[in-house]
Each structure stands twice: as structure tokens, then as C-alpha cells.
């Protein structure tokens, strides 16, 4: 109900009388007055005036599980929602959910995390307070070999958030990079656990800088954050509801073939690389072409010097501007 109440405050944007309340949702007018006064805990700033009833204060972040439920409105995606003050990595958590059973949609969001993860084993800095750390749980009926197309379905969800909430125009560096001005504001890591040839369950965990931060050495030449370019503080419940209502769409369309067919336009439109020189970094050898978009499959197209289109697969590949990381 306190979900339901923050929900009811914000789109009323005035003064919400406790009767109504108590009629809308069917319970007591102490019921009513309970969960204020535990939404105030929270840190809510809410006025209570006799006769004209309750006021929300706009202004403050409270990220929270009520602030999330509030503002998550879609189907099934981020339904439910778990919310952690801190946590080892919400990929972890995630993984330990989906092996209790839990639904396709689950979203582990966290505040902090103490063992955050990224690509090639390396450590994500994820410090409380200022960004965004979330997990989605999938449980899609595919060939395990289509699993890394779900980073960019992702990709293009999260890009889009950020354009609803921020009014920025981000760019994807393929694979799943989310990029400002040449500068990564965001990176994934999708993990799945296979039952015989089957996919059993996917989590896809993304990690976003908003709030401003100093980077560390050696990353801080190519890291930035959300707000060096809003110029305001962003508001993260609203902005991972926004990317939960983005991928649901996006998701429906991916089912339809199982492949990047039906959005693949909308990515390469977003795709930083395209007709860019790229260095991409094979274990069998480093190579240099123009990246030209992405083929059905979401991998990278490189046409090389002599004319030949190379085809670049995620998994053990990275690919770098030639003259930067982009
Ligand atoms: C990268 O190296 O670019 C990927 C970073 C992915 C970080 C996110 S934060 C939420 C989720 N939980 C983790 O432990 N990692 C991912």
C-alpha cells in the first residue's frame, strides 16, 4: 500500500484527503496514517493538514523498495522488485533467486555493493549513494547460443531510459557500453546458468554512473557519470523504471525471431562505431576495419582494408576506437 500511496501523492501533486485514501484502498484511516508515518521514516518529507490531508514533497530522492514499486509500471518486468541497502553483487543475488524459483521479471536492485562485477573478471567500483547497480532475472526458451543478444536488447532499453529521464542522447560501443561524448556511463554483465542444452535462466546486471564521482586511475580517462551532463542530480528509481518500461517492448520484439532482426535498425542508429575505424582485439590476433553496424545476430560487421567483412562474436573479443576508446 505504501507503494500505492507514493504513486497516488505524486500524480495528485496537491493535497490527497486520508478518507479517500482509506476508500481507494479499502482499509482503515489509522492503516492510512500507519504507512505515512513509516513512509516519513523513510525519509519522505509528507505534511499532514486537517481537513485538507496529505502533501508529498517532491523534491528528495528516497531510493528505497516503495520508491521503486511507485514507479515501475509495466507488465512484468522489475516485478518484483527487491531492493538492498547493500549487497555482495546483485548478479549473485539475482542468480540465488532464480534458483529458488523466482519468476522471470525479478529485479534486484542495490545501493551499494561490496563485491561488484564486471567483464573479464575484473572488480566494479560501486559505491552507496550515487548509482545505479540492478539485475534482471530472464527465463528465456532459446539456444543458449543467442543468450549474449540479450546485453544488447538491454543496451538499447538502458540507452533509451536515459534519453526519457535525462533528455540525453547516449550511444551504444558495441557490444553494451553506454557511452556520453566518448565517455562509458554504463557497462553489463550478462551471466546464465544452463540446464542440458536449455537455458535454465539468464541475469543481465547493469551498472550506471549518475551521481558525480571520482574516477579511479586508469579508468577515469574514459568513465563519466550522468550528472556531469545533466547538470542536476538524476533521480535513479525513475530512471531504472524507465529502463524496465523500455526493455519490455524491445523484449517482445527480440522473442519474435529470437534475434536482433526486428530492433536491429534501432541499435545501429545508436551504435557509436558505425563507419568508424576500430581496432578489435582478437586472442588470435588484433586487426584493424571500419565497423559498418551489426548483422541479425547482434554481431559486429568490420569491413577490412582489402574489402573482406569481417564478423566480430562478443564473447572473448573487445573493440576499441582506433584513436580512443570509442
Ligand atoms: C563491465 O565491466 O562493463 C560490466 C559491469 C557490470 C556491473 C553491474 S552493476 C550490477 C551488476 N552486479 C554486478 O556485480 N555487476 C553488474
Redesign the pocket.
Known amino acids: 500500500m505504501k507503494a500505492k500511496i507514493l504513486a497516488l501523492l505524486r500524480e495528485r501533486g496537491g493535497y490527497v484527503s486520508g478518507q479517500e485514501m482509506c476508500d481507494m484502498f479499502q482499509v482503515s484511516r489509522t492503516a492510512v496514517w500507519k504507512a505515512i508515518n513509516q513512509l516519513k521514516k523513510e525519509g519522505y518529507r509528507i505534511d499532514a493538514v486537517s481537513n485538507k490531508g496529505y502533501f508529498l514533497h517532491p523534491e528528495e530522492e528516497v531510493f528505497g523498495s516503495h520508491e521503486l514499486e511507485s514507479r515501475i509500471d509495466t507488465a512484468w518486468a522489475g516485478r518484483p522488485v527487491h531492493f538492498f541497502e547493500t549487497i555482495d553483487?546483485?548478479?549473485?543475488r539475482a542468480k540465488l533467486e532464480a534458483e529458488a524459483g523466482a519468476k522471470q521479471g525479478t529485479l534486484i536492485v542495490a545501493d551499494e555493493?561490496t563485491?561488484?562485477?564486471?567483464?573479464r573478471g575484473?572488480d566494479?567500483e560501486?559505491p552507496a549513494g550515487k548509482n545505479v547497480?540492478?539485475?534482471l532475472l530472464l527465463r528465456p526458451e532459446m539456444d543458449p547460443g543467442r543468450a549474449s543478444m540479450l546485453t544488447l536488447v538491454m543496451a538499447l532499453a538502458v540507452a533509451e531510459g536515459i534519453q526519457k529521464t535525462c533528455r540525453l542522447d547516449p550511444q551504444i560501443k558495441w557490444p553494451n557500453?553506454i557511452v556520453l561524448e566518448g565517455k562509458k556511463i554504463c557497462?553489463?554483465?550478462t551471466e546464465m546458468s544452463l540446464e542440458r542444452d536449455y537455458i535454465h535462466y539468464v541475469v543481465v546486471?547493469?551498472?550506471i554512473n549518475v551521481g558525480l564521482q571520482c574516477f579511479p586511475e586508469p579508468i577515469s580517462a574514459t568513465a563519466a557519470c550522468l550528472q556531469e551532463f545533466t547538470g542536476k542530480p538524476v533521480n535513479r528509481a525513475t530512471l531504472i523504471a524507465e529502463i524496465m518500461k523500455s526493455f519490455e517492448p524491445l523484449y517482445d520484439r527480440f522473442l519474435q525471431t529470437y534475434d536482433m532482426r526486428e530492433i536491429r535498425q534501432l541499435y545501429e542508429d545508436k551504435l557509436v562505431n558505425r563507419n568508424r575505424q576500430v581496432r578489435v582485439l582478437d586472442p588470435k590476433g588484433e586487426y584493424t576495419g571500419t565497423a559498418r553496424g551489426i548483422n541479425d545476430r547482434g554481431e559486429l560487421l568490420v569491413e577490412l582494408p582489402d574489402g573482406r567483412t569481417e564478423t566480430v562474436y562478443a564473447g572473448e573479443v573487445s573493440v576499441r576506437g582506433l584513436y580512443g576508446y570509442t
Open positions: 553483487s546483485t548478479n549473485l555493493q563485491a561488484g562485477r564486471g567483464r575484473r566494479w560501486s547497480y540492478f539485475t557500453d557497462g553489463m554483465l546486471g547493469v551498472g
